[in-house]
């Protein structure tokens, strides 16, 4: 009855996704053993994901909605092979499971062009609450975990738009960790900062920074 399910054209999809997973967890076993890392696969994620969690800092920043969607699943929080299989996992046992029910229902399964993207989204929530559960698990360097302050005085770049006085613009900042942080910036005088520029970091505002010419 299990080979039935997996094997259905109608759940091919979840089947597939099972396989990568496991080739996925296998990958992953086979790089702990020799000594590797599968962090390296991090570097595909956008750059706000993998810094921003990195330091103590509540900076609104003008993401886009799609990188606001990843952080929402705790993309960037987990490593991406942790969260590839956490996701693999949930929506193909999401999947199987719907199908197995509708089929002793109906005698039926839904087509796949139906359930696949519908448990595309309704896995969505169960994803982020499984990532969320690991992220806690996975150890974390709190050494690098800085508190905004800790970035006055520094040298920022603005990376988005131009920053003018009650008018800010995307910077990016490293601390003393190296780790990479993107704030809010608007000159102190009343000048303008353009795109490219460096520029110190003198004090903190309610929403980011303000900063004098470097």
Partial sequence: ??????????????SISLM??????????????????????????PDSLVDVDHADISIEHTDGIFTQLLEWLYLGKVPLLIWLI????????????????????????LSAWIIAPMCLFLCMPLVRTSAAL????????ETTAIHSDELI????????????????AQAKVKDQF?????????PELDIIFYQGQDVILTQRTKIGFQAITA
């Fill in 134 to 141: 690991i992220s806690k698990i996975i150890p974390k360097d």
């Fill in 178 to 186: 190296g780790q990479t942080h993107y704030v809010l910036v608007e």
């Fill in 153 to 168: 005085g520094r040298t920022a770049q603005i990376i988005l738009g131009q920053a003018k006085q009650n008018s800010p």
């Fill in 86 to 109: 956490i996701f693999l996992t949930v929506y193909s046992l999401t999947g199987l499971i719907i199908q197995d029910i509708f089929f002793h229902l109906t005698e039926h399964y």
């Fill in 20 to 45: 990568l997973c496991l080739f996925i967890g296998a990958l992953e076993l086979i790089l702990l053993l020799f000594g590797g890392s599968s962090s390296f696969i991090d570097q595909f994620l």
């Fill in 1 to 14: 009855m299990i080979w039935d399910l997996l094997t259905h054209p109608s759940n091919i999809v979840f």
